[in-house]
């Protein structure tokens, strides 16, 4: 079953809460790669929106906890990478196409317009994302042409696009940009599931490069989980259930994208949306979560919150 969900997207903005639609945007997780789409899921699929990423022209691993990878986002690449897309998913076009990462060697502005050309003269596209990008770089994409939504990680143990350094948050809103929430259960960390480092150490399992997970990190993050459970508890409800509707208590233009494989926690997961926090509970799991050990693993890769070149006038 595909872990995809309804959304509406309209306008220059992701609108929440109108029709049927929910606050959550369907991506595709490891075991959901547009070529691994079946025919039926495909069908499910193109019913309701559509959302591809394009970015890696090599992944490599270079040890246990490092990770090294080279990005392209050059205008060639970009324009490939959309017809790849399109014939991996079998559409006709995508309803939102996100750049990821920015490979911090073509000006923004080159890839927005690269981006922009399918989108305008052939219908390929109907709105541009980009993920993993810094405010500087949104705000000169969006001068280019209108981003409709930014792909950052946001969650109760990531709240760095709320941060005066970042000020990511506070960016996509001034220019009316719909902020899509990766990781909002920080990696299942959220859920409760996993107690030490051998759980998240299985064949084809990476979680055990994430800081969360750290040995010397996890016994100080397992308290921290426990009180946050305790809460969800109290209210009748999961961790999980608790951690997305802290999320989208934060705003209706923030979209958190659970990644599952299970047909019951993507129901959970919805049923997030009728969870109400009260005020003082939103500042309680803040304050929670602020003891939090541990950075984000992207903030390893280099890429994160990603700048690039101005723009050489010809
Ligand atoms: N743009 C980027 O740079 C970027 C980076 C990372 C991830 N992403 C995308 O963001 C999405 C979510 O990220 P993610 O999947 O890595 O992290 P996540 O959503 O924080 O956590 C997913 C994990 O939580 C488990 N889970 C989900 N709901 C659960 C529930 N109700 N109860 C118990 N366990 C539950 C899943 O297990 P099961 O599979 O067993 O259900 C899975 O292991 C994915 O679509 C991913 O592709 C984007």
Not at 33 to 53: A, D, H, M, N
Request: aromatic share 8%; with cysteine; net charge positive.
């Amino acid at each position: 079953m595909a872990a995809a969900t309804y959304a509406r997207i309209s306008g220059s903005s992701a609108n929440r809460g109108s029709g049927h639609g929910v606050p959550f945007l369907p991506l595709f997780g490891p075991m959901l790669q547009p070529r691994r789409l079946s025919r039926r899921k495909r069908s499910i699929f193109t019913e309701i929106l559509s959302s591809s990423t394009f970015y890696l022209r090599g992944c490599v691993f270079i040890g246990a906890r490092g990770f090294s990878r080279s990005p392209n986002s050059s205008p060639e690449y970009c324009r490939r990478a959309i017809e790849k897309s399109l014939k991996r998913l079998g559409l006709p076009y995508i309803d939102l196409y996100y750049i990821h990462p920015l490979d911090k060697v073509t000006p923004i502005e080159k890839i927005i317009q690269a981006m922009v050309e399918p989108k305008k003269n052939e219908g390929k596209i109907k709105h541009l994302g980009i993920s993993e990008c810094s405010a500087e770089s949104l705000r000169r994409a969006h001068a280019v042409h209108p981003i409709t939504a930014i792909q950052i990680e946001y969650s109760l143990l990531c709240r760095e696009v709320e941060s005066p350094q970042i000020r990511l948050l506070e960016t996509a809103r001034e220019l009316k940009v719909a902020v899509v929430c990766y990781c909002p259960l920080g990696n299942a960390f959220l859920t409760g599931r996993y107690h030490t480092i051998e759980d998240v150490s299985g064949p084809g399992d990476s979680r055990s490069i994430l800081p969360w997970f750290y040995p010397d990190n996890l016994k100080t993050n397992l308290v921290i989980l426990d009180k946050i459970t305790e809460t969800a508890n109290a209210k009748g409800i999961t961790p999980s259930r608790l951690a997305l509707a802290w999320l989208l208590a934060q705003g209706d233009d923030i979209f958190p994208i659970p990644g599952t494989t299970s047909p019951k926690s993507l129901d959970e997961n919805l049923a997030s949306i009728s969870v109400d926090i009260a005020m003082e509970e939103e500042k309680l799991l803040r304050d929670l979560a602020s003891y939090v050990v541990g950075e984000r693993f992207q903030a390893k890769t280099g890429y994160s919150y990603g700048d690039t070149p101005l723009l050489k006038k010809d």
